[in-house]
């Protein structure tokens, strides 16, 4: 008796959504669609360059490892899996695409500074990406690959440049 009114129940909730489903699409009233999550080709190449957080630095490394990176070396690695071949050296690589203002940075953005002993102000020694909200990916000293702060401390002291590849 008891499963006859639950059988009961759900083929009344069956049909009146199965009618209710009907109306709406025979009245040509919108139906909302699926969100479809589109993420820009910049947050693809800043999330899969997450994934190495913590990976060594290694100055001059070669880019064609893993093991351990260099700032140039880093962004030539992670931009190529997506179709951005980049010059080997951080000084080349600021020569690349167009200039993008500090104020207009986007996800997936070159940031260039002038780093260490080198530093002349002009001179670019250190390249990393623009990862949204303040933050730079990029790969330095004892952390490796690591997220900074853009607008602090020595980032923010050095910055020289940014461009935009994509």
């Known amino acids: 008796m008891k499963t006859n009114f ?10 009146c959504a199965t009618l209710g489903f009907g109306a709406v699409l025979m009245t040509n009233a919108p139906v909302a669609k699926a969100a479809t999550a589109s993420v820009s080709t910049g947050q693809q190449i800043v999330n899969f360059g997450k994934k190495f957080t913590g990976t060594p630095y290694k100055f001059g490394a070669s880019t064609t490892t893993t093991r351990n990176f260099d700032c140039s070396s880093f962004m030539k690695y992670i931009f190529e899996k ?3 071949d980049l010059p080997r050296t951080a000084a080349k690589q600021s020569k690349e695409g167009t200039f993008v203002s500090k104020a207009n940075l986007r ?12 530093s002349t102000g002009s001179n670019v020694t250190h390249v990393g ?18 997220l900074s702060d853009l607008n602090s401390g020595t980032w923010k002291r050095t910055y020289i440049t940014a461009r935009r590849v994509l």
């Open 129 to 146: 990406v623009y990862a949204g909200n303040g933050q730079i990916l990029h790969t330095y000293g004892s952390p490796g690959v690591t």
């Open 107 to 118: 996800v997936g953005d070159l940031v260039f500074f002038s780093s260490g002993s080198r």
């Open 6 to 15: 639950l059988f009961q129940k759900a083929v009344t909730v069956g049909l």
């Open 82 to 84: 997506y179709g951005v």
